[in-house]
């Protein structure tokens, strides 16, 4: 699969491109179980809502799950991925995002190359994140909102707060933008929440402001995002290194499979 030259400008002028129902249900049950497996291992990768034993955010379950493995080398994903960035991509992180009906919290507002500049040294925004609906995404249950073009302002802040609300990773709420910092994007920019049916997928810049709001429906939300970079852009730590689970350090260029994932979901659940 390739995007067509009005889907790869919609890339390049808004900052995101939504793919509705690119995986189907059958896949998309696939994924699912892999995930109800996966946030049953307990370790670092594992992060709760605070004050809850709700799951959050899973890490690097494409380690462990070979259903992930085979997604993320899927031609209908790698190939627009390398279409939009390089040839030569690997892995730099994955995870998924979990809003549980009627708590499922909120993720502060942010671009996602700050925290990955601050804390691993990626020396430029060669990165695409890849967001696979997992489930139905509506406006009740906590959608990400994006800010339309505001990736070409480049970052809108440079640093982060000085206490870590996370030890197991670096938290939006770090780097988060001020209301005024908001309010002026928003003017310029305004504001956009891509919706649609589990297996839709969703591309966006690491420099788009992005966010969302708690899940106020009674409807799971679960978003798997993939986040791949350039292998000409290796992460320079200068400080201590951030957990395995966080930062996938394979620097070994993916190969996309001979067949899509849909004709891999026996092999690799066998």
Known sequence: MRLNQ???????????????????????????????????????????????????????????????????????????????????????????????????????????????????????????????????????????????GSHRDGLVREGREDSAKSDQHLDPDDISLTPRQLAQLVGRHGMSSPKGPAGSIVFFSPEIVHGSAPNMSPFTRRLLIATYNDVANLPQPSGQARPAHVVCRETEPLLALDVPFSQNVETVTA
């Open 6 to 148: 009005i889907q790869f400008d919609e890339y390049r002028s808004n900052g995101f491109l939504l793919l509705e129902s690119l995986l189907d249900q059958r896949e998309v049950e696939v994924l699912r179980s892999a995930f109800e497996r996966d946030s049953m291992i307990p370790g670092p990768q594992v992060i709760t809502e605070e004050g809850g034993t709700e799951v959050r955010a899973v890490y690097s379950s494409h380690q462990r799950q070979p259903e992930y493995a085979g997604l993320i080398r899927d031609p209908r994903i790698l190939r627009p991925v390398q279409q939009l960035l390089s040839d030569d991509v690997y892995i730099y992180q994955f995870k998924i995002n979990a809003k549980s009906a009627f708590g499922g919290d909120k993720w502060a507002w942010h671009q996602d190359y700050l925290a990955w500049r601050l804390a691993d040294g990626l020396p430029a925004p060669r990165q695409i994140n890849v967001g696979v609906f997992l489930d139905d995404v509506t406006e009740f249950n906590g959608p990400v909102i994006f800010l339309p």
